[in-house]
């Protein structure tokens, strides 16, 4: 069966790259975003990217801007998210090959097979029935679309965790999670503010960076770990390097302000006026403290329930889908630039034809890198020429 219709749900780092490669193999693509191209990027587009741009984007990409003219950013230079969206992804958007495949505004609220359940055809031929999707604007209208093949590359930022011991929410939470930034938000003034950090990861360490160069009264600063980040040996990437020291220093008492809680979870949160009383809890005491502000940078999750009609073989622990999940548990090492392509066949899902690219394919792992997600999108299309060319052949 020829596979020329391509749906593909965001229009991040990913879904513009997979795009233009699938226009580039002659598919007939549509990218479905439910904001604007690179709109998970541009909610952090204040942050500097880790990684150099010439890790960051495709020799396709790279060159069909450069044949129109455009003047990209040096290989070696560390991008802001809103300098790559604007001096790349947006740019790719309104190339000639990708005019009018793109629609901002239009959600994905369900994908599905015409004619079959989720429960049907197991192990059968469900690829002999089209994808339908389920779109919504942001007014609430409601159409329909179909494919051949569908690349999920919406990502997992915005679909937050919770603070809570055990990621269960605490006492109070769900009721102020409009209030709480879970999100890496562009820190403003806060002179003689008391300020809650909840995180050990690189977010974290972000938002602390940016508070001790502020004026806040006190940071409290609760993780998880009796320690923060590691420091890899001889980091390549000085700004993974910069906030992983600074995390270090800051949990030794560099900075007066900052109150490390080590081994401490967030039991309960309450509206005190404008600001927040909050209980933290360890296994040697239970406290109290007040805050004015609280950013809870505790991960985020896939947002599965867009395939839950479709057959999606998921891991137990991360949520991402379980043969790629199983060859991650693989890797011993802590740096993503350690990383290595997995190949095709752990791409692939029980349900053929449909694909979990980019960010979400690392479900509720951290390590992911764009540089993974572009070979995810070569080995995809390798795998699905290769089954075109084999149909054909019997």
């Not at 809650?196 to 940016?210: K, Q």
């Not at 979870?265 to 209980?279: C, D, I, L, M, W």
């Not at 007040?290 to 950013?295: K, L, S």
Request: charged share 25%; proline share 5%; glycine share 12%.
């Amino acid at each position: 069966m020829e596979l020329r219709r391509l749906a593909i749900i965001g229009a991040g780092p990913i879904g513009i790259e997979a795009a233009l490669a699938g226009r580039e193999l002659g598919y007939d693509v549509r990218v479905y975003e439910r904001g604007t191209v690179g709109g998970n990027v541009r909610r952090w587009g204040h942050v500097r990217l880790f990684s150099a741009f010439e890790l960051n984007h495709s020799e396709r990409g790279a060159c069909l801007l450069e044949s129109e003219g455009l003047e990209l950013p040096a290989p070696g230079q560390y991008l802001t998210g809103a300098e790559h969206i604007e001096r790349y992804l947006e740019p790719l958007s309104r190339t000639a090959a990708l005019a009018g495949r793109i629609r901002e505004h239009l959600r994905v609220v369900s994908v599905g097979r015409d004619g079959i359940g989720k429960g049907d055809l197991m192990g059968g031929p469900r690829d002999t029935h089209a994808f339908r999707l389920l779109l919504e604007t942001d007014a609430g209208d409601e159409e329909l679309a179909e494919a051949d093949v569908v690349l999920d590359c919406s990502g997992t930022y915005g679909n937050h965790n919770w603070m809570g011991n055990g990621n269960v929410p605490a006492l109070g939470e769900r009721a102020l999670e409009g209030r709480i930034a879970y999100e890496l938000e562009d820190v403003g003034e806060c002179d003689g503010q008391s300020v809650l950090v909840v995180g050990d990861g690189y977010s974290a360490a972000t938002i602390l960076a940016r508070l001790t160069e502020l004026s806040p009264k006190t940071v409290h600063w609760i993780a998880r770990k009796r320690r923060p980040l590691d420091v890899i040996p001889n980091d390549p990437l000085p700004e993974r390097k910069r906030l992983s020291v600074l995390a270090g220093e800051l949990a030794k008492g560099a900075d007066p302000r900052v109150r490390f809680y080590a081994g401490h979870t967030v039991e309960s949160v309450e509206p005190e006026g404008p600001r927040f009383q909050v209980a933290l809890r360890s296994a040697e005491m239970r406290q109290h403290i007040t805050v004015d502000r609280i950013y809870a940078h505790v991960g985020f999750h896939p947002d599965n329930s867009l395939y839950r009609e479709l057959q999606v073989h998921e891991c137990y622990a991360s949520t991402a889908p379980m043969k790629l999940a199983a060859a991650l548990l693989g890797e011993s090492s802590v740096d993503c630039l350690a990383q290595t392509s997995k190949g095709a066949d752990v791409l692939k899902n029980p349900e053929p034809n449909f694909f979990i690219l980019g960010s979400k394919s690392y479900g509720r792992g951290s390590t992911f890198l764009i540089r993974t997600g572009l070979q995810q999108i070569e080995e995809v299309f390798g795998l699905l020429a290769g089954k075109q060319r084999k149909e054909r052949a019997s």
